[in-house]
C-alpha cells in the first residue's frame, strides 16, 4: 500500500544535474545541493542505485546524515521482472515510497503485449510495499490524456497508482490542460511539477513556462491532495542547482507552503 501523509511533502528528481548518478561522488553533490536548498526528499533513475542494491542501509543513511528522505526510483520498463524483484527489494528496505514507471515501452499496436508487461512491474513493487505509477510522457504508450486513461482503464489500481507530470501534460495534453486532468483524478497519488516551452522544451524551471501554476496549485488544493510533488527538469542551462533552487522557492510560493 502507498505510505499515506498529513501534508505535500516537496522532492526533487536528479534528471537536472543528471540522469545517471551511480557514482558516489555525483550522487553526494546532488544529495549536499537538494538538502541544501530545502527540498525533503529525493527520486532518482533505477541506474543511480544500482551499486547500492546490496547496500540499502548505507543508501538510506546518506540521506538521513542530510534530513533527506527516499521520495522513490524511476524505472525504466523492460522484461526483466527479476531486475525488478531486486530493486523493489532495495527500495523496500531503503524507506522508498515511489516506484514511477518511465521509458520507452512499445507502440500502440503493441498495447495489449505492453500493458500485461507493466503491470507485472506494478504487481511486483506491490509485493515489496512499494507504490508503482505510469508516467505519460512524449513518445511512450501512453502520450495524451486519452492514452493515459486508457492505460488507466485497463489496469488494475490496486497495483498501479494514478500519476501526472505537469510539464508533459501541458507539452502532450492536446485540448487539455494538468489542472483539468487533476481534477478529473482526485485519486491522484504521485504528482511531477515540471514546466515547458516550445523554446526551452521540459529544460524549464518550474514557473518560466507555459503551464498554468496558479490553477494546477488550485486544483491540488481542491482535491486536497497530501504526498509526494517531486520537481523535475530535464536539463538546465544553468548550474542544476540555480534552476533547482529557483523552482523549489516558486513551487513553496505558489502551493502556500509553510516554513519546514
Not at 51 to 77: N, S, T, Y
Not at 103 to 125: C, F, N, Q, S, Y
Not at 221 to 238: A, C, L, M, P, T
Amino acid at each position: 500500500m502507498a505510505r499515506t501523509y498529513d501534508r505535500i511533502r516537496l522532492g526533487v528528481s536528479s534528471l537536472v544535474w543528471a540522469s545517471d548518478l551511480s557514482e558516489q561522488g555525483p550522487f553526494e553533490t546532488f544529495l549536499d545541493q537538494a538538502a541544501e536548498i530545502g527540498y525533503e526528499g529525493i527520486l532518482v533513475f533505477d541506474m543511480t542505485v544500482v551499486p547500492w542494491l546490496d547496500k540499502p542501509a548505507e543508501f538510506k543513511a546518506l540521506l538521513q546524515r542530510r534530513g533527506l528522505d527516499f521520495a522513490g526510483v524511476i524505472l525504466r520498463p523492460n522484461i526483466d521482472f527479476r531486475a525488478t524483484d531486486r530493486l523493489g527489494r532495495f527500495m523496500a528496505a531503503a524507506g522508498a515510497d515511489v516506484m514511477n514507471i518511465s521509458g520507452r515501452d512499445g507502440t500502440k499496436a503493441e498495447w495489449d503485449i505492453v500493458i500485461p508487461a507493466l503491470m507485472r512491474h506494478a504487481e511486483i513493487a506491490h509485493s515489496h510495499g512499494i507504490r508503482a505509477s505510469y508516467q505519460h510522457h512524449t513518445g511512450w504508450i501512453a502520450e495524451t490524456m486519452e492514452d493515459y486513461e486508457r492505460l488507466l482503464k485497463d489496469t488494475d489500481r490496486k497495483y498501479l497508482g494514478v500519476m501526472t507530470d505537469c510539464g508533459h501534460a501541458t507539452k502532450d495534453f492536446v485540448g487539455h490542460t494538468a489542472q483539468e486532468f487533476i481534477l478529473r483524478h482526485p485519486e491522484l497519488e504521485y504528482i511531477e511539477f515540471k514546466d515547458y516551452t516550445p523554446q526551452t522544451d521540459l529544460n524549464t524551471e518550474v514557473g518560466r513556462g507555459l503551464a498554468d501554476w496558479p490553477a494546477i496549485a488550485d486544483a491540488v488544493r481542491k482535491i486536497d491532495y497530501k504526498g509526494w510533488i517531486v520537481v523535475e527538469q530535464n536539463s538546465s542551462f544553468r548550474p542544476a542547482r540555480i534552476g533547482a533552487s529557483e523552482s523549489f522557492h516558486y513551487v513553496r510560493d505558489v502551493l502556500g507552503l509553510g516554513r519546514r
